[in-house]
């Protein structure tokens, strides 16, 4: 499908590509992978020719599509999100517009006669083209995949002009998912998605028919994706089978094995040069002497093998020991003016505590952090540090705290303890600063490497309580690992913003989630929320749960339709122009289509009975699962472990229960739509 050949690329005399070759075929999964500034985001724009080569060639297999997903960049204005995404799909559009026009002339020459009979066999062709393109499921696959990416129905008329750079870019990549091209190239598409989008993104691309080029710093995402590791590597690519952790194993093993036969050389070169030394003027042994000058000019030397940086291990300072309950909230509620983020919050933290803080992208996970930081108040309900407490708080915008006239070196040296000065470099080292970088003055780094820099003077603080909103962005999987090992060593209490899935698992003891404006604790690892997650997110694909469908007696049926609900139904697909068509399909099948719906009322009314019957069975269930959840919100219940583990029981049989009643009840509806 793509090739790259003897390709070569190089930026002010260095070269970033030399002789690199490379084979994509139909149905790969690839991560491509390297150090940063290795040139990954380079490859793909060379191969979507935005960049030309120095020399060598791309080829690309006849007719196939390529889309690109760049890290940032895009921002889209002037439609509402659904026709924004919608309008990936212009094959559908011009058959639309060709279908209007025809529509358009039927109507004012409603006459028959050749012309006619010719516009009728036109619309004809077109109606079942646009069937063919999936036409009629084409609003149905826009809320789909709108939906799956983290938007609301609510928010499909909304300007595209209002949303925020994370969102911008999951509009792109939905356009991109819609497009289904040959060859999709991702970078770093997890970088704004919350942990529900991220895991019905990876069974999107998992299902996806084409081939995959993923970049990411995500080692979860990968492992689930890729089934090849394509790793950049003094200027050229090498390929391995697997996913990423097979390739770290894989990768070891070869420079390990690199390094042994480089040390196995130069011992024999050092062996045979000793013997020339030795025996350069001794007549009688000069022809063996010559034969080994031969011998090592001839000899094809191995470059010395890349250093793999070592894992760097940091620690974070000893802090005094706080009391036993080192935070607590009670009764908190949060307002932007009319807008309720959240409301009668409590949650207690005791010493060592080590927790996660997840919920969808705009729960109020970042405005929650910073009210148990201290730095912004609630709206009402009270925040209490504990005894002894001493508070550390990261997040991207704590970068704007750094000096901006110092150099790097000179603001993480800044208020160091004496006895990790000579550590310092190495500390800069783990976070993406080594040689000349070290001297560079903040003001010119980017949003990226100052919050690296930031996180990296947080490991110098003591601390016993420390608060992470989304530590691990701008890190790459070495820096993570870094970080993550510090935190398992550190001995104080954390709360971590994150969807970084690897990151979190086997490091925290308790999850909390931001859900509907309050706060559900799963006491447990989070491989085990997980676990529960994945459930939840693999539910019927489309298909609401009976709550949401169930009419609200606040609305009385009376609010605004979803997309999503409108997209079953192909009528509103096609505008006006269905009119004609579905007038005149009712006139050739009216006779039919009444037989069948008198045949089919007797089984529908028995459906009906049958769903609203469920329905009855589901409310107590859902009932006794709220009741719960807000007893889950409260952290006095896991006081006594006996009570905690039977809640936690009874809460696993009573979803387990309701997922099979939501199952049976999106049978039967389905059934009754069809």
């Known amino acids: 499908m793509l090739q790259l050949i003897n390709l070569s690329l190089s930026f002010g ?3 970033l ?44 297999g006849r007719e196939v599509t390529i889309g690109y997903l760049p890290q940032e960049g895009i921002e889209v204005a002037g439609r509402s999100l659904f026709a924004e995404v919608r309008a990936a799909l212009p094959q559908l559009a011009e058959i639309q517009r060709e279908l209007t026009v025809i529509h358009d002339a039927l109507e004012q020459n409603p006459l028959e006669g050749e012309e006619h009979d010719e516009l009728i066999a036109r619309y004809g062709d077109l109606q079942h083209r646009f069937e063919e393109l999936g036409g009629f499921r084409a609003d149905a696959e826009v809320a789909k995949v709108l939906t799956g990416l983290g938007f609301h129905d609510t928010q499909f008329d909304q300007p595209t002009a209002t949303f925020s750079g994370g969102w911008q870019m999951r509009i792109a990549l939905a356009k991109l998912l819609l497009q289904q091209p040959d060859v999709l190239l991702l970078d770093e598409p997890t970088n704004h998605l919350d942990l529900e989008s991220l895991l019905w993104l990876e069974n999107y691309l998992r299902a996806y028919a084409g081939s995959i080029v993923i970049i990411s710093h995500d080692r979860e995402f990968l492992d689930r994706i890729v089934n090849r590791i394509v790793a950049l590597h003094r200027q050229t690519l090498l390929e391995y089978t697997g996913n990423y952790s097979a390739f770290e194993r894989q990768f070891e093993e070869a420079i390990a094995a690199h390094q042994k036969a480089y040390e196995e050389q130069q011992e024999e070169i050092a062996r045979v040069q000793r013997f020339i030394d030795t025996f350069r003027y001794n007549a009688r042994k000069s022809s063996q002497v010559q034969s080994r000058v031969k011998q090592l000019d001839k000899l094809e030397r191995l470059e010395p093998p890349q250093q793999v940086p070592k894992g760097v291990k940091f620690h974070f300072p000893a802090a005094p020991r706080g009391g036993r309950v080192v935070l607590e909230l009670r009764d908190v509620s949060k307002r932007y003016d009319s807008l309720e983020v959240f409301s009668g919050l409590n949650l207690i933290l005791e010493r060592g505590d080590r927790v996660a803080l997840v919920g969808v992208n705009g729960a109020g996970k970042s405005t929650l952090s910073r009210i148990l930081a201290g730095v912004e108040p609630p709206t009402s309900g009270t925040r209490q540090l504990g005894h002894q407490v001493e508070l550390d708080y990261y997040a991207q915008q704590q970068a704007d705290r750094l000096q ?20 310092l470099r190495t500390l800069l080292g783990a976070f993406l600063f080594s040689g000349d970088a070290v001297n560079k003055k903040v003001a010119v780094l980017s949003g990226g490497e100052k919050s690296r820099l930031a996180l990296a003077k947080m490991l110098l603080q003591p601390s016993n309580v420390l608060l992470l909103d989304e530590p691990t962005n701008h890190l790459d999987m070495r820096t993570k690992d870094v970080l993550r090992e510090a935190l398992l060593q550190y001995r104080g209490t954390f709360v971590i913003v994150s969807h970084d899935r690897y990151f979190l698992k086997g490091l925290v003891t308790k ?5 509907d404006g309050h706060l559900v604790v799963y006491p447990g690892t989070f491989e085990e929320f997980l676990e529960w997650k994945e459930r939840e997110v693999q539910g019927p694909a489309g298909v609401q749960s009976p709550k949401s469908r169930v009419q609200s007696p606040e609305t009385n ?6 997309k999503g609900a409108v ?24 006779k039919q289509r009444y037989v069948q719906q008198k045949a089919s009322r007797s089984e529908q009314q028995k459906r009906e009975k049958r769903l609203a019957e469920i329905e009855r069975q589901i409310a107590p269930l859902e009932a006794r699962k709220t009741a719960i959840e807000s007893m889950m919100g409260d952290g006095a219940v896991f006081s006594d472990p006996q009570q905690a583990r039977t809640i936690a029981a009874e809460y696993e049989t009573l979803k387990l229960k ?9 049978t039967v509806a389905e059934e009754m739509e069809a």
């Open 567 to 590: 997209a079953a139904d192909p009528t509103p697909i096609l505008s006006g122009v269905d009119a004609t068509l579905a007038a005149i399909q009712d006139a050739k099948r009216g």
């Open 13 to 15: 005399g260095q070269d």
């Open 557 to 562: 049926g009376q609010g605004p339709k979803s």
């Open 17 to 60: 590509f030399r002789n690199l070759n490379w084979y994509l075929r139909k149905g790969d999964r690839v991560g491509l992978v390297g150090p940063n500034g290795a040139g990954k985001t380079t490859l793909f724009r060379l191969i979507t020719g935005q960049v030309e080569p120095d020399t060598g060639a791309i080829q690309r």
């Open 658 to 666: 309701l997922d099979e009643q939501y199952r049976v009840w999106s």
């Open 511 to 515: 999850v909390l989630e931001m859900r």
């Open 404 to 423: 901006s006239d110092s150099t790097v070196y000179e603001e993480i040296a800044r208020g160091a303890r004496f006895e990790v000065v000579p550590e």
